[in-house]
T-cell receptor
Framework: AQSVTQPDIHITVSEGASLELRCNYSYGATPYLFWYVQSPGQGLQLLLKYFSGDTLVQGIKGFEAEFKRSQSSFNLRKPSVHWSDAAEYFCAVGAGGSQGNLIFGKGTKLSVKP | EAQVTQNPRYLITVTGKKLTVTCSQNMNHEYMSWYRQDPGLGLRQIYY???????DKGDVPEGYKVSRKEKRNFPLILESPSPNQTSLYFC?????????????FGNGTRLTVT
Protein backbone atom coordinates (compact mmCIF):
# COMPACT_ATOMS: atom_id res chain seq x y z
CA ALA A 1 0.00 0.00 0.00
CA GLN A 2 1.08 3.55 -0.59
CA SER A 3 2.14 5.84 2.23
CA VAL A 4 3.58 9.33 2.51
CA THR A 5 5.70 10.81 5.28
CA GLN A 6 6.38 14.48 5.79
CA PRO A 7 8.88 14.46 8.66
CA ASP A 8 8.57 18.15 9.52
CA ILE A 9 5.34 19.32 11.10
CA HIS A 10 6.35 22.98 11.24
CA ILE A 11 9.21 24.92 9.66
CA THR A 12 10.12 28.57 10.06
CA VAL A 13 12.38 30.35 7.57
CA SER A 14 13.38 33.95 7.08
CA GLU A 15 12.07 35.84 4.11
CA GLY A 16 14.57 35.56 1.27
CA ALA A 17 16.07 32.33 2.59
CA SER A 18 15.94 29.07 0.69
CA LEU A 19 13.42 26.38 1.53
CA GLU A 20 13.31 22.61 1.34
CA LEU A 21 10.31 20.59 2.50
CA ARG A 22 10.82 16.87 2.78
CA CYS A 23 8.58 14.13 1.51
CA ASN A 24 9.21 10.40 1.56
CA TYR A 25 6.88 7.89 0.00
CA SER A 26 6.35 4.18 -0.06
CA TYR A 27 5.02 2.57 -3.22
CA GLY A 28 5.99 -0.53 -5.15
CA ALA A 29 5.95 0.88 -8.64
CA THR A 30 6.81 4.26 -10.11
CA PRO A 31 4.49 6.64 -8.32
CA TYR A 32 2.62 9.71 -9.38
CA LEU A 33 3.73 12.47 -7.00
CA PHE A 34 2.13 15.78 -6.15
CA TRP A 35 2.68 18.81 -3.96
CA TYR A 36 -0.29 20.91 -2.89
CA VAL A 37 -0.38 24.18 -0.96
CA GLN A 38 -3.13 25.34 1.38
CA SER A 39 -3.19 29.03 2.21
CA PRO A 40 -5.16 30.08 5.30
CA GLY A 41 -8.90 29.79 4.71
CA GLN A 42 -8.44 28.23 1.30
CA GLY A 43 -8.66 24.85 -0.31
CA LEU A 44 -5.65 22.98 -1.58
CA GLN A 45 -4.02 24.15 -4.79
CA LEU A 46 -1.74 22.04 -6.95
CA LEU A 47 1.87 23.32 -6.95
CA LEU A 48 3.44 20.68 -9.17
CA LYS A 49 3.31 17.05 -10.17
CA TYR A 50 5.63 14.29 -11.31
CA PHE A 51 4.43 11.51 -13.56
CA SER A 52 7.50 10.48 -15.54
CA GLY A 53 10.50 11.86 -17.42
CA ASP A 54 12.71 14.62 -16.07
CA THR A 55 13.10 14.10 -12.33
CA LEU A 56 13.28 17.83 -11.62
CA VAL A 57 9.87 19.39 -12.08
CA GLN A 58 8.93 23.03 -12.03
CA GLY A 59 5.73 24.30 -10.53
CA ILE A 60 3.87 27.50 -9.92
CA LYS A 61 5.02 30.32 -7.64
CA GLY A 62 8.71 29.51 -8.23
CA PHE A 63 8.64 26.07 -6.59
CA GLU A 64 10.41 22.97 -7.85
CA ALA A 65 10.69 19.40 -6.67
CA GLU A 66 13.07 16.57 -7.39
CA PHE A 67 12.11 12.92 -7.61
CA LYS A 68 14.81 10.64 -6.26
CA ARG A 69 13.87 7.02 -6.72
CA SER A 70 16.85 5.68 -4.75
CA GLN A 71 15.77 7.69 -1.71
CA SER A 72 12.00 7.38 -2.25
CA SER A 73 11.82 11.14 -1.91
CA PHE A 74 10.13 14.05 -3.60
CA ASN A 75 11.37 17.15 -1.78
CA LEU A 76 9.97 20.58 -2.52
CA ARG A 77 12.34 23.52 -2.88
CA LYS A 78 12.29 27.25 -3.43
CA PRO A 79 15.45 29.37 -3.68
CA SER A 80 14.03 32.49 -2.01
CA VAL A 81 10.95 32.45 0.17
CA HIS A 82 8.42 35.29 0.17
CA TRP A 83 6.13 36.16 3.07
CA SER A 84 3.17 35.09 0.93
CA ASP A 85 4.53 31.53 0.88
CA ALA A 86 3.43 31.04 4.49
CA ALA A 87 0.95 28.18 4.22
CA GLU A 88 0.60 24.46 4.78
CA TYR A 89 2.14 22.13 2.22
CA PHE A 90 0.98 18.62 1.45
CA CYS A 91 2.80 15.92 -0.44
CA ALA A 92 0.69 13.20 -2.05
CA VAL A 93 1.37 9.93 -3.83
CA GLY A 94 -0.94 8.31 -6.30
CA ALA A 95 -1.26 4.96 -7.96
CA GLY A 96 -2.19 4.94 -11.58
CA GLY A 97 -4.52 2.53 -13.30
CA SER A 98 -8.24 1.89 -12.91
CA GLN A 99 -8.06 1.61 -9.13
CA GLY A 100 -5.74 4.53 -8.57
CA ASN A 101 -6.16 6.52 -5.40
CA LEU A 102 -4.30 9.37 -3.76
CA ILE A 103 -2.66 9.33 -0.33
CA PHE A 104 -1.75 12.60 1.39
CA GLY A 105 0.98 13.26 3.91
CA LYS A 106 -0.01 15.01 7.13
CA GLY A 107 1.37 18.33 5.94
CA THR A 108 4.15 20.77 6.83
CA LYS A 109 3.23 24.21 8.06
CA LEU A 110 5.57 26.93 6.82
CA SER A 111 6.00 30.18 8.73
CA VAL A 112 8.03 33.04 7.24
CA LYS A 113 9.91 35.51 9.45
CA PRO A 114 10.31 39.09 8.17
CA GLU B 1 -14.11 29.96 -14.34
CA ALA B 2 -13.37 26.31 -13.61
CA GLN B 3 -14.11 25.64 -9.99
CA VAL B 4 -15.44 23.43 -7.23
CA THR B 5 -18.06 25.21 -5.16
CA GLN B 6 -18.98 24.14 -1.66
CA ASN B 7 -21.75 25.56 0.49
CA PRO B 8 -21.96 26.71 3.16
CA ARG B 9 -18.47 27.93 4.13
CA TYR B 10 -19.32 27.87 7.83
CA LEU B 11 -21.96 25.83 9.63
CA ILE B 12 -22.78 25.54 13.31
CA THR B 13 -25.35 22.96 14.29
CA VAL B 14 -26.48 20.82 17.20
CA THR B 15 -26.09 17.12 17.76
CA GLY B 16 -28.61 15.05 15.82
CA LYS B 17 -29.86 17.72 13.43
CA LYS B 18 -29.53 16.46 9.87
CA LEU B 19 -27.48 18.60 7.52
CA THR B 20 -26.24 18.60 3.95
CA VAL B 21 -23.11 20.22 2.56
CA THR B 22 -23.38 20.80 -1.16
CA CYS B 23 -20.58 20.43 -3.70
CA SER B 24 -20.73 21.30 -7.37
CA GLN B 25 -18.08 21.31 -10.10
CA ASN B 26 -18.31 22.86 -13.56
CA MET B 27 -15.43 20.98 -15.22
CA ASN B 28 -17.33 17.85 -16.27
CA HIS B 29 -15.08 15.79 -14.02
CA GLU B 30 -15.90 12.12 -13.52
CA TYR B 31 -14.27 11.72 -10.12
CA MET B 32 -15.42 13.54 -6.96
CA SER B 33 -14.45 13.07 -3.35
CA TRP B 34 -15.00 14.35 0.15
CA TYR B 35 -12.22 14.82 2.71
CA ARG B 36 -12.10 15.97 6.27
CA GLN B 37 -9.10 17.80 7.66
CA ASP B 38 -8.23 17.67 11.35
CA PRO B 39 -5.13 19.03 13.13
CA GLY B 40 -2.35 16.48 13.21
CA LEU B 41 -4.29 14.01 11.08
CA GLY B 42 -4.02 15.67 7.68
CA LEU B 43 -6.61 14.91 5.03
CA ARG B 44 -8.72 11.80 5.34
CA GLN B 45 -11.04 10.63 2.63
CA ILE B 46 -14.69 10.13 3.57
CA TYR B 47 -16.37 8.99 0.34
CA TYR B 48 -15.61 9.18 -3.34
CA UNK B 49 -17.43 8.73 -6.61
CA UNK B 50 -15.98 7.48 -9.88
CA UNK B 51 -19.05 8.56 -11.87
CA UNK B 52 -22.80 9.09 -11.69
CA UNK B 53 -24.48 6.56 -9.40
CA UNK B 54 -21.09 5.08 -8.45
CA UNK B 55 -19.93 5.85 -4.91
CA ASP B 56 -17.58 4.12 -2.50
CA LYS B 57 -16.29 4.44 1.04
CA GLY B 58 -13.02 6.12 1.82
CA ASP B 59 -11.04 5.81 5.02
CA VAL B 60 -13.54 7.42 7.45
CA PRO B 61 -17.10 6.91 6.10
CA GLU B 62 -18.92 6.30 9.41
CA GLY B 63 -21.66 8.83 10.07
CA TYR B 64 -21.73 10.18 6.51
CA LYS B 65 -23.74 9.58 3.36
CA VAL B 66 -23.26 10.78 -0.20
CA SER B 67 -25.12 10.63 -3.47
CA ARG B 68 -24.15 11.23 -7.10
CA LYS B 69 -27.31 11.66 -9.12
CA GLU B 70 -25.75 14.16 -11.52
CA LYS B 71 -22.19 14.42 -12.69
CA ARG B 72 -21.66 17.93 -11.37
CA ASN B 73 -23.06 17.49 -7.83
CA PHE B 74 -21.83 15.43 -4.90
CA PRO B 75 -23.55 16.39 -1.64
CA LEU B 76 -22.33 15.20 1.76
CA ILE B 77 -25.08 14.26 4.19
CA LEU B 78 -24.77 13.95 7.95
CA GLU B 79 -27.98 12.26 9.09
CA SER B 80 -27.28 12.67 12.81
CA PRO B 81 -24.22 14.83 13.39
CA SER B 82 -22.12 14.34 16.50
CA PRO B 83 -19.42 16.55 18.05
CA ASN B 84 -16.64 14.29 16.70
CA GLN B 85 -17.69 15.36 13.22
CA THR B 86 -16.61 18.90 13.96
CA SER B 87 -14.01 19.44 11.27
CA LEU B 88 -13.00 21.22 8.08
CA TYR B 89 -14.47 19.50 5.05
CA PHE B 90 -13.24 19.67 1.47
CA CYS B 91 -14.84 18.54 -1.74
CA UNK B 92 -12.56 17.78 -4.67
CA UNK B 93 -12.89 16.65 -8.26
CA UNK B 94 -10.65 15.23 -10.95
CA UNK B 95 -11.05 14.33 -14.63
CA UNK B 96 -10.31 10.69 -13.76
CA UNK B 97 -8.91 8.64 -10.88
CA UNK B 98 -6.83 11.00 -8.75
CA UNK B 99 -3.83 8.72 -8.58
CA UNK B 100 -2.81 9.94 -12.00
CA UNK B 101 -4.65 13.23 -12.28
CA UNK B 102 -4.56 16.34 -10.09
CA UNK B 103 -7.44 17.10 -7.75
CA UNK B 104 -9.28 20.42 -7.80
CA PHE B 105 -10.47 21.46 -4.35
CA GLY B 106 -13.28 23.61 -3.07
CA ASN B 107 -12.59 26.27 -0.44
CA GLY B 108 -13.84 24.15 2.42
CA THR B 109 -16.73 24.01 4.87
CA ARG B 110 -15.97 24.50 8.53
CA LEU B 111 -18.52 22.50 10.53
CA THR B 112 -19.05 22.82 14.27
CA VAL B 113 -21.38 20.37 16.02
CA THR B 114 -22.31 21.28 19.59
Amino acid sequence: AQSVTQPDIHITVSEGASLELRCNYSYGATPYLFWYVQSPGQGLQLLLKYFSGDTLVQGIKGFEAEFKRSQSSFNLRKPSVHWSDAAEYFCAVGAGGSQGNLIFGKGTKLSVKP
Amino acid sequence: EAQVTQNPRYLITVTGKKLTVTCSQNMNHEYMSWYRQDPGLGLRQIYYSMNVEVTDKGDVPEGYKVSRKEKRNFPLILESPSPNQTSLYFCASSPRQPGSSPLHFGNGTRLTVT
